[in-house]
Nanobody
Framework: QVQLVESGGGLVQAGGSLRLSCAASGRTFSMYAMGWFRQAPGKEREFVATIFWSSGNIYYADSVKTRFTISRDNAKNTVYLQMNSLKPEDTAVYYC????????????????WGQGTQVTVSS
């Protein structure tokens, strides 16, 4: 079955950087979109970034597009989220997700989810 395992979260000061990883297994993901979402306490889960595995087409939320970079390593079946210039408002649990077909920002279109990794940015 499909498994998505996130890693790389932690505590960082404002202005710092973290790189999240999502190791995907259980099927071929070439025609899948991989997304990163985040959920802060008391808030809805929100879209961060998505990449279509085969073409590399990428979309970002406006709040992160100048600071975050999504990428994938085909050989390792892993998707990354490089987060720079982190702000306290980036504090959340970050989730990796997968869906067949084109990249979308709606979380409701994603079929598979990881367990999440906590990112905490101190001011």
């Amino acid at each position: 079955q499909v498994q998505l395992v996130e890693s790389g979260g932690g505590l960082v000061q404002a202005g710092g950087s973290l790189r999240l990883s999502c190791a995907a297994s259980g099927r071929t993901f070439s025609m899948y979109a991989m997304g990163w979402f985040r959920q802060a306490p008391g808030k809805e889960r929100e879209f961060v970034a998505t990449i279509f595995w085969s073409s590399g087409n990428i979309y970002y939320a406006d709040s992160v597009k100048t600071r975050f970079t999504i990428s994938r390593d085909n050989a390792k079946n892993t998707v990354y989220l490089q987060m720079n210039s982190l702000k306290p408002e980036d504090t959340a649990v970050y989730y990796c997700a997968a869906k067949p077909g084109d990249p979308r920002s709606s979380r409701w279109t994603y079929d598979y989810w990881g367990q999440g990794t906590q990112v905490t940015v101190s001011s």
